[in-house]
């Protein structure tokens, strides 16, 4: 049987989610700042983050922002047409589109990300203290 909450948990979890929205809201002004979307910085992250030695594929971008194929297709063009991402024919199968960065592409992710290491370096201590008690 689960342990009944408190009144204190419930804290906790509005606290945790007013951070979380603070953050999100945060990053996306600094996307702004920077001259892109924040789905096109979402993009960039997706496509840096990206386990493997080839580019991932659109379908694995949209797996990662939560896309229908569609819509990540859209995306990618605006991307493309911006000049922040370059697209390749897979080596082994040319029925596949791999995505890299362009240059413009990793220097406004990498600035991007700089700043939200740090933010979350900040806000690291009160995530902390938010999870205390949870185990």
Known sequence: MPAELKDEDYRRLLQFRV??????????EMAEKAGVTPAQHQLLLAI???N???GPTIGDVAGYLLLRHHSAVGLVDRAVKAGLIERHDD???RRVVRL???ALG?????????LHLEEIKRLAPRVQVISQGLE
């Open 48 to 50: 840096r983050g990206h």
């Open 19 to 28: 951070d979380l929205r603070r953050f999100l809201h945060w990053s996306d």
């Open 106 to 114: 990793s220097q406004t992710l990498e600035r991007l990300s700089e």
């Open 91 to 93: 080596p082994v199968d």
């Open 100 to 102: 890299s960065l362009s």
């Open 52 to 54: 493997g030695a080839e």
